[in-house]
């Protein structure tokens, strides 16, 4: 599903790929024959998919809503949407920010065109889009309570890099949240690869100086899962 299209774009990351990363020729025509952690890194969906992202039946199917209200945001929150695609959550979340703001955050350009085109379109002003790369957000330093990535972290490219900008960007007692299809079950009719088990988000957040808070089993078919800094 999902948001963003993470790939390579330096020269300059081989190191790090041979260190962290593992380039397979045998892979699942699913991923993109790169694994971390042991984990193969999915196929990104790209702009022209956006309708997906927007369909109706969307709250009835995964309740977005309620991931909305886990957050317990408050007025004068920063979010950061990680992955936004069309910014179908960042909208949701623009009202309840009223003196705060959503940093709708893609690395597809066409994802932040619709961004703009919905924030003039449904008048809201708190919504700032933010052209990232396959490895870096370009989060400032101490500029967000919130990291959410829904349906989109399997996704990323370089899942190390983005994650220790994100750390980088959390304001002292941030959170930082993952929404991911459940990989332990096998009757959730999504691509394997785009799924993923609490252990190996776990692991992979630990990576990055992350510590599982709890998991919110309050989704059809989703893990919602909230992470802190170590302290």
Same mark, same amino acid.
């Given at each position: 599903?999902?948001?963003?299209?993470?790939?390579?774009?330096?020269?300059?990351? &081989?190191?790090?790929?041979?260190?962290?990363y593992?380039?397979?020729?045998?892979?699942?025509?699913?991923?993109? %024959?790169?694994?971390?952690?042991? #984990?193969?890194?999915?196929?990104?969906?790209? !702009?022209? %998919?956006?309708?997906?992202?927007?369909?109706?039946?969307?709250?009835?199917?995964?309740?977005?809503?309620?991931?909305?209200?886990?957050?317990?945001? +408050?007025?004068?929150?920063?979010?950061?949407?990680? %992955?936004?695609?069309?910014?179908?959550?960042?909208?949701?979340?623009?009202?309840i920010?009223?003196?705060?703001?959503v940093?709708?955050?893609?690395?597809?350009?066409?994802?932040?065109?619709?961004?703009?085109?919905?924030?003039?379109?449904?008048?809201? !002003?708190? &919504?700032?889009?933010?052209?990232?790369?396959?490895?870096?957000?370009?989060?400032?330093?101490?500029?967000?309570?919130?990291?959410?990535?829904?349906?989109?972290?399997?996704?990323?490219?370089?899942?190390?890099?983005?994650?220790?900008?994100?750390?980088?960007?959390?304001?002292?007692?941030? #959170? &930082? *949240?993952?929404?991911?299809?459940?990989?332990?079950?096998?009757?959730?009719?999504?691509?394997?690869?785009?799924?993923?088990? +609490?252990?190996?988000?776990?692991?992979?957040?630990?990576?990055?100086?992350? *510590?599982?808070?709890?998991?919110?089993?309050?989704?059809?078919?989703? !893990?919602?899962?909230?992470?802190?800094?170590?302290?």
């Amino acid at each position: 599903m999902i948001c963003g299209c993470w790939l390579l774009n330096s020269q300059n990351l &081989v190191a790090d790929t041979i260190t962290v990363y593992e380039q397979r020729e045998t892979h699942s025509p699913d991923g993109i %024959g790169k694994y971390y952690m042991g #984990r193969e890194i999915a196929r990104f969906m790209s !702009h022209t %998919g956006a309708g997906w992202l927007e369909r109706p039946r969307r709250e009835a199917e995964e309740q977005p809503s309620k991931i909305i209200s886990a957050l317990n945001l +408050q007025p004068d929150d920063v979010v950061a949407d990680i %992955g936004a695609g069309t910014g179908y959550l960042s909208f949701r979340i623009a009202p309840i920010l009223t003196k705060g703001q959503v940093l709708a955050v893609d690395i597809q350009p066409e994802m932040l065109e619709i961004i703009k085109f919905f924030r003039q379109e449904k008048n809201i !002003h708190n &919504v700032e889009t933010v052209l990232a790369t396959a490895t870096d957000t370009k989060l400032p330093p101490n500029s967000i309570d919130v990291a959410l990535m829904v349906d989109a972290y399997h996704e990323f490219a370089y899942p190390q890099e983005i994650m220790q900008g994100i750390v980088k960007a959390l304001k002292p007692g941030g #959170r &930082v *949240v993952l929404v991911e299809y459940r990989g332990e079950n096998p009757f959730i009719m999504i691509k394997r690869l785009h799924k993923m088990t +609490q252990k190996q988000v776990r692991k992979e957040m630990q990576a990055v100086g992350l *510590v599982w808070q709890e998991t919110k089993n309050i989704l059809p078919q989703q !893990h919602l899962m909230i992470f802190t800094q170590v302290k």
